[in-house]
Structures are given as C-alpha cells and as structure tokens.
C-alpha cells in the first residue's frame, strides 16, 4: 500500500480537529473530522477556494436547520424537508458535491434531538464543523504542499519516453501486439493523469511578479509538451492500426518512413533533454543539422505510391500520414517554444524529482 500525501494530509488533519475539539470541550469533536474529510483538496489554491465555499454552505445548511426547527421542529420528516431546500439552494448556487454534503451533515447534526439548550447546542455543532473546514486548510496550506512542477514533468517525461520507444519497435515490425495493446492503454490513462495534473499545476497562485511570468512561461511550454506527446501517441496508436498492412507499401518508403520518424524521436528526445538540462547550449546548432527530419517529402512520396496503384487499400495509410505531419508540426513548435523560453530563464531547468 502506497501512502500518498493527500492520505497522510487527511489523517493528521482529522487528528488535529479531534485533539481541539477534545481541548476546548465541544460537544461533538466528530464533527469536527467529518468536515475534514470532506474539505481536503489537492491543492492550496483549491483549498482556498473550498474553504470558502464550505463556510458558505454550512452557514446555509445551518440558517435553514435553525428555521426549522423553530417553525416547525425536529421531527423526522422535517428534517428531510430541511435537507431538500438545502440541496436545492445549494446546487442552485452551483455548490460542488463536498459542499452540499457538508451542509446536509450540518442540517442533521443541527436538528438532531437534544436535553441541552438548543442555541448553545447549535452553536457548539456549527463551531465543530468549521474547526474541522480550517484545520484542513492549514494542514493542506503548511504540510507537504503539492509540487505540481514536478509530478508534470515527470509524467510526461515517462509517457515521452514510453512512446517513442514503442515507436521504433513498432516501425521495424518487431512488437508483441498484446504487450502493445496494454500500453496503449496504459498510456492512455497517464495522458488522462498528465492533463488533470495540468490542470492543478496552472491553478496553482503565484504572488510575485518575477515568479509569475516564469510559471506563465512554463504553463504554455507544458501544454506544448503535452500536445506534442499526445501527437506522437497518435502516430504510435496509426502504426499499432497499420501493423498488418504495412507489407502493401513499396519496401523502399518502408525504409524512408522508419528513417523520417527515427528522426523525428530523436528530436523529439533531444528537445526533452535539453528541458532538462542535459544537453550543453553550444551543442545545439550542430545536433538540429544533424535531425532534421522532412516529413513533407514523406508525405509526398506516399502520394506518388497512391497515383502509381488503383489499390483502394493503400488508402487506409492517409491518416497515418496526416498523423506524421501534424506531428512534425507540433514539435516544430515545440522547438521554439523552447527556445524563446531558455532565452529568458537559460539556466532554469525543469527538476523530474522532488527534493
């Protein structure tokens, strides 16, 4: 069992609210952990974001548990009612779901029965819960705060490397097809794991103005990277298609196509390692000489073998070849990207381990 951080945040979250709420004697200390549970995010930014939100929903939850039972009562079936009007305000006011279940726990533990005076009781009940919502927020805020930076590029360096070394198997005829088809999936799943992290990397605040344009710089160079893994992802996935068709093209563009795309990874990988500051900055000129794929000659000459047969077959190797392009495409902008960023930030390089 792999301990993450959002597991151990939560725990030592929910030990906290207890330990308070034990300490200054609340009635219902529980609560106080349930609304943990229910307020831990991913990251700070979100975290600021729920605390909010939670507040607002329990305060909610809390003005109608009161009205009702002053109008109406604790009886069962007004606190069902109770419950619905909650669920109804607040998903209209376009709550997430943690919020709304908050604020139904508030309803049921504000209208639960009780010898003891009911303000105070409510009270009591109310402080719980926003002990447990604040105490997720410091623990998210101070202990082990996500690096996102690097979980990305991590990632993607993986998914990158995963990639284009099942490309020049697959190009010379030589993978398992069951042991492809399971990465591709795999795959797959990484790429879904890469753009949700994205998605927390560039939510993340920066509140210096230096700070700002770097992450600025860095959040269009990973949705690049991102692009340009997924485009050869595309071509790997073509070619994983294809894999029983390709003895109907001419041995000769056989031998041009698995040339173009080796060097198209190995650009591809040169890119990424410079990113990474492996690669010496007066290397740079010499090594584009050296790769410089032309995938529009590629293309070309695919287009001669079509005119040069009536083979209404040879036709499924179009998307591969449009797969190519746009490909090459990306990395070319990929490339500049690149270089307009280490003009700015040369020896900024991107860490795929966290210290």
């Known amino acids: 069992m792999k301990l993450g951080a959002r597991m151990m945040k939560t725990g030592l979250a929910v030990g906290i609210a207890l330990y308070i709420g034990h300490l200054f004697e609340f009635i219902s200390p529980l609560l106080a952990a349930i609304a943990v549970v229910f307020s831990i995010q991913p990251s700070i930014y979100r975290s600021y974001q729920s605390i909010i939100e939670q507040i607002q929903g329990n305060i909610i939850g809390a003005l109608i548990a009161v009205i009702g039972v002053f109008i109406l009562g604790n009886d069962p079936f007004v606190v069902g009612f109770a419950i619905i009007i909650v669920i109804g305000v607040t998903t209209t006011m376009k709550m997430n779901e943690n919020t709304i279940s908050l604020a139904v726990v508030a309803v049921i533990a504000l209208m639960d029965t009780t010898d003891q005076t009911f303000w105070f009781f409510s009270l009591s009940r109310f402080s719980s819960m926003l002990l447990g919502i604040l105490a997720a927020f410091i623990v998210n805020l101070v202990f082990l705060p996500p ?74 160079l990973f949705r690049q990277l991102i692009t340009t893994t997924k485009k050869s992802f595309d071509v790997l996935k073509a070619f994983y298609r294809l894999e029983h ?75 591969l070849a449009s797969q190519l392009m746009e490909y090459h495409y990306q990395l070319e902008k990929l490339k500049r990207l690149l270089k307009s960023y280490q003009s700015h930030h040369q020896d900024d390089y991107i860490q795929t381990m966290e210290r």
């Open 147 to 220: 690096r996102y930076e690097t979980r990305l590029f991590k990632k993607i360096d993986q998914a990158t490397t995963d990639i284009l070394q099942w490309l020049r198997v697959t190009t010379r005829q030589l993978s398992d097809e069951p042991a492809l088809k399971y990465e591709i999936t795999r795959i797959q799943d990484d790429m879904r794991w890469v753009d949700h992290t994205y998605l927390l990397y560039s939510e993340e605040r920066t509140y210096f103005k230096g700070t700002r344009f770097s992450k600025g710089r860095k959040l269009v």
């Open 245 to 319: 068709k390709i003895e109907q093209i001419p041995e000769d563009f056989q031998d041009a196509v698995v040339s173009e795309l080796d060097k198209l990874v190995n650009a591809h990988e040169k890119l990424v390692l410079s990113l990474k500051g492996r690669i010496k900055q007066n290397h740079k000129q010499s090594l584009r000489r050296v790769e410089d794929p032309d995938i529009p000659m590629l293309v070309d000459r695919l287009m001669r073998v079509y005119e040069e047969s009536n083979n209404p077959e040879k036709l499924v190797f179009l998307p």
